[in-house]
């Protein structure tokens, strides 16, 4: 099993909706990363935050998108406005410092907008 | 920029005999580190191999990787096929620069299917 938490399992949103996932790192580490990946398979790199703070993230999560760590915990990644184009796996991983180190993944929400 | 190339988007190989997945990479990381990762159908991506030492064999699951600076090259390998190796496997670089950030860098994946 994962010892990344993703939750809910499977999202469904109609287009313009607000959409929300969560991730629980695993304990103890500071680094938690969210990617999207659709049916090409790429994974696409969203942001990174390190010890809750955003360090980097795309275009893309800065204009329609919310993300934060309020807690070593908990994170959230949320989409203020839904679109086609979002349905995707979203997939949270965490590692104990940085990329430099091995990530775990979580099992993903898959979101469905339509 | 700094990339990583998996050539081929999709491996096909018979049961038994061995298999190799490509990963060449472009860095101007001073530090970095190699991961291969593998993702089995409806499951999250998970480890498979990491290595920062060049020339450096590295085995985990009947699986090897030797990380080869001279050639930027860090081949995935196995000897022997199974089944159950059917997946998707990325190759991945971690790189960093004194004083910034390490960065993760994904190749786009390449699918495993190994037949009867």
């Known amino acids: 099993d994962a010892a990344v938490t993703q939750k809910p399992r499977y999202l469904i949103k109609m287009k313009g909706q607000e959409a929300e996932m969560k991730c629980i790192p695993e304990k103890g580490h500071t680094a938690v990363f969210w990617y999207q990946q659709k049916q090409s398979k790429e994974l696409k790199f969203l942001i990174y935050f390190q010890n809750q703070q955003p360090l980097d993230q795309i275009d893309m999560v800065k204009e329609r998108f919310s993300a934060v760590c309020p807690s070593s915990s908990l994170c959230s990644l949320g989409i203020r406005t839904c679109e086609a184009e979002d349905s995707a796996l979203y997939l949270c991983?965490?590692?104990?410092?940085?990329?430099?180190?091995?990530?775990?993944f979580g099992s993903g929400t898959r979101l469905t907008v339509l | 920029g700094d990339s990583v190339t998996q050539t081929e988007g999709l491996v096909t190989v018979t049961e038994g005999l061995p298999v190799k997945l490509n990963c060449t990479y472009q860095t101007t990381y001073l530090t970095i580190a190699f991961f291969w990762y593998v993702q089995y159908l409806n499951e999250a991506p998970q480890v498979l191999l990491k290595?920062?030492?060049d020339n450096k064999r590295t085995e985990h699951q009947g699986f090897h990787a030797t990380l080869h600076k001279s050639s930027s090259s860090f081949h995935l390998q196995k000897s022997s096929a199974q089944l159950s190796d059917s997946a998707l496997y990325y190759c991945a670089l971690s790189g960093s620069n004194v004083g910034d950030n390490s960065k993760l860098i994904w190749g786009l994946g390449t699918s495993l299917v190994v037949n009867p």
């Open positions: 991983s965490s590692s104990q410092f940085n990329s430099a180190e091995t990530l775990y």
């Open positions: 290595s920062s030492t």
